[in-house]
């Protein structure tokens, strides 16, 4: 069993040990979640339900820490987080445990050592190890689309996970990489129509998707569309059933909290963030324009910018489109999917993610992109480049994965000011290579962001309220005493390494897997002796959404 999975296993611990090796603390999207969490677990007025109050409005206890919340005045005046809540869900019975645990042995939770530990380890078990599962069912759906070569499929899978925004993403509490990996998992199952199990797991999935992001209903809707468009009632009905327990949930969470069972939280969200004119207070036109730049090609949060991977999938979709390849309406689908997700995101007041490295709202859909990106492997054009022609996706991977680090090693959060004027606001990629570049003559990495910041933070301290800290450094619990405890680490500094060599104890047990990946994807392909994946078959059986009269041997150069 362990050597027919192998390969499965291996990219699950590189995916749950690359991304849990480093944690970027939080600032008020993580914190807005964490306090649902903690004041649904934690003695107080709020046990045992999804009110926020005592981090919102008791300031003899903690003071305001988030100004991600959301309230329906005409229902209550309780204040709840404004956040979909599938990951908060997830971390209620982790952060049990953790809770009744601690507190047996003697310790206290509520301290800050503690409450940054646990928030690690929430984030650890809700947004990596889903993420990690669904690594292994992307690299079966990219075994499936790569005719079992298992080198195309290991290196698809990695190029999801460490060259796109799941990377530096799943280092902190955001629900976008939930989704993405529950989008994933859901994905996989739907393949399968006619399979009754399948049916029901990928509902389950893409329900628990959409609880973990709204946006994930585009995924859903067009994937239900589909099957209704081919006439497969039976698998339709039975997704639809699968996905019963987690819409129960979605209405029963936003009833509790907004008195409308399918009012979600963005619409009962902080004023602040609400837009006149807007659907919904959120969507309009008038910012597509000049999102669809800074979206796609922009420094600010531009998707080919931060991963020029993605161009790749791009271009290998107008290939795709104009030759014969199989597949086609499977990358249709993931097609249309990017396009939705795209003008969802252009036409959204907060088009650019507040303080986010990169188009973050794209998260859900990068998958698509990459199913896209398989498409090269019909191409026989690129065999031109290397002998299985991954040479051009291995050189855009690799400009990927160096941006992606230098995210994750900084923090997913960029300028918190909203500077128009400021290099970190317009081109926050660069200003993360310059002091990654800069921490060859420091040896603290993180001292020149403290200086240029300094002045910043002291003008802003008689004005604004105390959460407003530097990167990472936003306490969920106020504690004047806690200014030595460090929120955002990796293993390596806590081991007491220097931060700049701190990643050395990432950087071996990484090549040694990805070593091995290779060498079993190879071994498999070469050694007619051994398995040569034809196996998974019988777990991967014949998708729907092939065409069936698409030969794979006639895909044209």
């Known amino acids: 069993m362990i050597k027919k999975y192998r390969i499965e296993l291996m990219l699950f611990f590189a995916v749950f040990f690359g991304i849990g090796y480093f944690y970027n603390g939080m600032h008020w999207n993580q914190i ?13 007025q ?6 926020i109050n005592k981090f919102i409005v008791d300031k003899e ?5 988030t100004g991600d919340w959301a309230n329906n005045p005409k229902f209550d005046r309780n204040f709840y987080s404004n956040k979909a809540p599938g990951p908060m869900l997830l971390g209620i019975p982790v952060y049990a445990v953790l809770y009744n645990l601690e507190t047996a042995l003697g310790g206290i939770p509520e301290t800050s050592k503690l409450t940054i530990i646990n928030c690690y380890l929430i984030n650890l078990f809700t947004s990596i190890l889903p993420l990690a599962f669904a690594a292994i069912c992307f690299y079966w759906i990219c075994m499936k689309l790569c005719e079992n070569n298992k080198i195309w499929s290991v290196t698809l899978t990695l190029s999801l996970i460490f060259g796109t925004l799941l990377f530096p993403f799943s280092t902190q509490y955001w629900g976008h990489t939930t989704a993405a990996a529950f989008s994933i998992i859901g994905l996989y199952y739907a393949l399968y129509p006619g399979k009754k199990h399948a049916a029901y797991l990928s509902g389950f999935f893409f329900g628990w998707g959409v609880l973990s992001e709204y946006s994930v209903a585009i995924s859903l809707v067009t994937i239900l569309l589909y099957f209704i468009l081919k006439k497969e009632f039976r698998f339709t009905l039975l997704l639809c059933i699968g996905g019963l327990f987690p819409f129960i949930l979605f209405c029963f969470y936003h009833w509790q909290c907004f008195g409308n069972p399918i009012g979600i939280a963005n619409f009962y969200n902080n004023p602040g963030f609400h837009a006149d004119g807007a659907l919904f207070g959120i969507f309009f036109m008038k910012t597509a324009g000049i999102a669809s730049w800074h979206l796609s090609f922009g420094t600010m949060r531009g998707l080919f910018y931060f991963m020029p991977i993605l161009l790749l999938s791009i271009l290998a979709a107008a290939g795709g489109f104009i030759k014969n390849v199989p597949h086609k309406l499977l990358y249709l689908l993931s097609f249309i999917n990017v396009c939705l997700f795209f003008i969802m995101n252009i036409t959204f007041n907060g088009w650019h993610g507040g303080a986010s490295t990169g188009p973050r709202y794209m998260i859900p859909a990068l998958h698509f992109f990459i199913i896209l990106l398989s498409i090269i492997y019909h191409l026989k054009i690129f065999r031109k480049f290397s002998q299985h022609g991954l040479l051009p996706i291995v050189i855009a991977l690799v400009v990927s994965f160096n941006n992606m680090m230098t995210i994750t090693l900084i923090s997913p959060i960029c300028n918190l000011y909203y500077e128009g004027d400021n290099i970190e606001w317009k081109d926050p990629l660069s200003f993360y290579h310059t002091l990654r570049v800069m921490n060859h003559f420091t040896d603290d990495p993180y001292d020149q962001m403290k200086q240029n910041r300094k002045t910043q933070r002291l003008k802003r301290r008689q004005t604004k309220p105390t959460f407003m800290h530097m990167i990472g450094h936003n306490p969920l619990r106020l504690n004047p005493k806690a200014s ?28 040694i897997l990805i070593f091995f990946l290779y060498y079993f994807a190879r071994k498999k392909d070469d050694d007619p002796d051994e398995e040569s994946g034809d196996e998974l078959n019988d777990t991967l059986p014949e998708a729907d959404l092939d065409v069936g009269e698409d030969d794979p041997s006639a895909a044209d150069s």
Not at 46 to 51: G, H, I, P, V
Not at 487 to 504: C, D, E, M, V
């Open 32 to 44: 807005s979640r964490y306090n649902t969490i903690f004041a649904f677990v934690e003695p107080g």
């Open 46 to 51: 709020d046990q045992l339900s999804f009110r």
């Open 61 to 65: 206890i903690l003071n305001t820490n």
């Open 484 to 511: 030595g405890i460090p929120r955002t680490f990796n293993y390596g500094i806590l081991a007491g390494i220097k931060p700049y060599y701190s990643t050395i104890p990432w950087w071996i047990p990484m090549s």
